[in-house]
C-alpha cells in the first residue's frame, strides 16, 4: 500500500501551510508532498504580490492539475485534504486516482441541500459579488476570523491570516454554490457506487465555512456505498482553522491513526502506533 501522502489546501491558503503536517508525517515514515494550486506562486508573498494566475480557476482545472501530477507517480498516493482540498480529494478518490482520503471540513460536493448561514456569510466577500467569479478575492483580517478563526483567539487568527493566507479565485465558490442546479457540475462526485479506497470525513462543529451538518449530508450521500470505507469523525469546539491553529496536532494525530488503521502506515510504524 502507498506511504506517499499528497497534502491539498483549500481556498485562501498557500500549500505552505502544510509544512508543519508534512514535517510530523514525514517522522512516522511517510513521505509527503504539498503542491499548490494551479497559479499558485512558491511562497505567500509571491502569490499576494501576483495573484493573477489563479483568475478564473475552476474545479476541474484544479482536478486536472492534481490527476497530472499523480499520473507521473510510480503508485497512487494516500490524499489529505482541507475544505476545498476535501472535495478535490474525494474526486480524485472517486476517479481512483488515489489509494485512500482525507477530507477535513472539505466543500460541498453536487447532492448537498442544506446552507446554513454561516455557511453563506462566510462565502459572501466572494458570492457577494458576480464579476469575482473570474478573478480572485483576499479575506480581509476580520473576514478570515469569521469563515477561519471563530473558535479561536483574535491574536491567534491575525496571526494566521497575516502567515498563510493568499487571494483566492471566486470560480470554486460559483461553482460549489451552483452545483445542485448544473447538469454536469465539476463539484459532482461519483459517492453511491464508485469501488475505491478508503475515505474519512471529518468536520469541527463550530465551522462557519464548512458547517457540521453540511459534512454530515455528505456523509449521508455514501451511505449507500457499501462496497467501499466511509467513515466520519468530529471535533468538539474546533472551527475552519483546525488544520492551522494551535491544535493542528489533535487532527494530525487522528488522521495518522485512521490511515494505520486502515492498513497505510510505512513498515515498522503500525505496530509502534497499536503500541501506543
Avoid at 197 to 221: I, N, Q
Avoid at 228 to 257: C, F, I, N, R
Amino acid at each position: 500500500m502507498s506511504t506517499h501522502v499528497l497534502f491539498i489546501h483549500g481556498l485562501w491558503i498557500h500549500s505552505s501551510a502544510w509544512r508543519p503536517w508534512q514535517d510530523l508525517f514525514e517522522e512516522r515514515g511517510y513521505s509527503t508532498s504539498a503542491p499548490g494550486w494551479p497559479g499558485d506562486l512558491e511562497t505567500v508573498a509571491a502569490t499576494r504580490a501576483n495573484p493573477d494566475g489563479l483568475n478564473d480557476v475552476g474545479i476541474s482545472q484544479i482536478c486536472h492539475h492534481y490527476a497530472d501530477i499523480i499520473e507521473g507517480w510510480d503508485e497512487k498516493p494516500v490524499v489529505v485534504g482541507h475544505s476545498f482540498g476535501g472535495l478535490i480529494a474525494q474526486e480524485l478518490l472517486a476517479n481512483d486516482l488515489v489509494s485512500a482520503a482525507v477530507a477535513i471540513d472539505p466543500a460541498p460536493v453536487k447532492g448537498v441541500k442544506v446552507l446554513p448561514f454561516s455557511q453563506l456569510k462566510s462565502g459572501l466577500p466572494v458570492l457577494g459579488n458576480p464579476a469575482n467569479k473570474s478573478r480572485t478575492v483576499a479575506l480581509t483580517s476580520k473576514q478570515f476570523k469569521y469563515a477561519f478563526g471563530n473558535a479561536i483567539s483574535d491574536e491567534e487568527s491575525d496571526a494566521l491570516h497575516a502567515a498563510w493566507t493568499i487571494p483566492g479565485p471566486g470560480r470554486p465558490l460559483f461553482e460549489d454554490a451552483t452545483a445542485n442546479f448544473v447538469r454536469n457540475s465539476p463539484a459532482a462526485v461519483n459517492t453511491h457506487t464508485a469501488v475505491r479506497g478508503p475515505l474519512l470525513l471529518t468536520s469541527g462543529t463550530e465551522d462557519h465555512t464548512v458547517p457540521r451538518s453540511v459534512t454530515l449530508a455528505v456523509a449521508k450521500l455514501y451511505a449507500d456505498n457499501t462496497a467501499s470505507v466511509t467513515e466520519y469523525h468530529e471535533y468538539e469546539g474546533k472551527g475552519h482553522s483546525l488544520t492551522l491553529d494551535a491544535g493542528w496536532t489533535d487532527v494530525a494525530d487522528d488522521v495518522l491513526a485512521w490511515l494505520a488503521a486502515q492498513g497505510f502506515a510505512p513498515a515498522g510504524a503500525q505496530g509502534a502506533a497499536a503500541a501506543g
